[in-house]
């Protein structure tokens, strides 16, 4: 059995949305939240929720930020779609791993019930013989 880890099987634990990068911006360069919503002309209320992964980056907002950060769109896009897959990696891989786990409970549970109808008819026979013998010897 190999113990190699792939690429391809690695998945963030610490996936975080855009708007905590947006956080430590805002505070780096001594910001105040309401300042860059006015500036970037959106209400404080979503620029709040933005920060707390509760609204998601749109590119327009991206454009946004470019013009009011100078940083580029396409970073906060990139940081955007990255967080989402990563997002949904971490679900599929908990549902893959929960499916995984159900399917081996319900092999051991469909050995156990093998074994033990195996063990059932086992016993059915001894009875049979068993039955058979007394009659054979009360036919004599």
Known sequence: ???KIYANDIVLKDNFHPGEFLKDEIEG?????RELAEKIKIAKNVL???IHGKR???PMLALKLEEALGIN???WMKLQVNYEINLIRNQYKSLVDKTK???SKRAKLN???????VAFSS????VKVKKSQKLSVKKK
Not at 29 to 33: E, F, L, P, T, Y
Not at 111 to 117: F, G, L, N, R
Not at 123 to 126: D, G, I, Y
């Open 101 to 103: 786990a159900s399917v």
């Open 48 to 50: 709040s929720e933005i």
């Open 29 to 33: 360069r001594s910001m105040k939240q």
């Open 111 to 117: 050995t156990a019930v093998s074994k033990s109808q």
């Open 123 to 126: 016993k059915q026979r001894a």
């Open 73 to 75: 769109a396409e970073f």
């Open 1 to 3: 059995m190999s113990n």
């Open 56 to 58: 998601n980056l749109t």
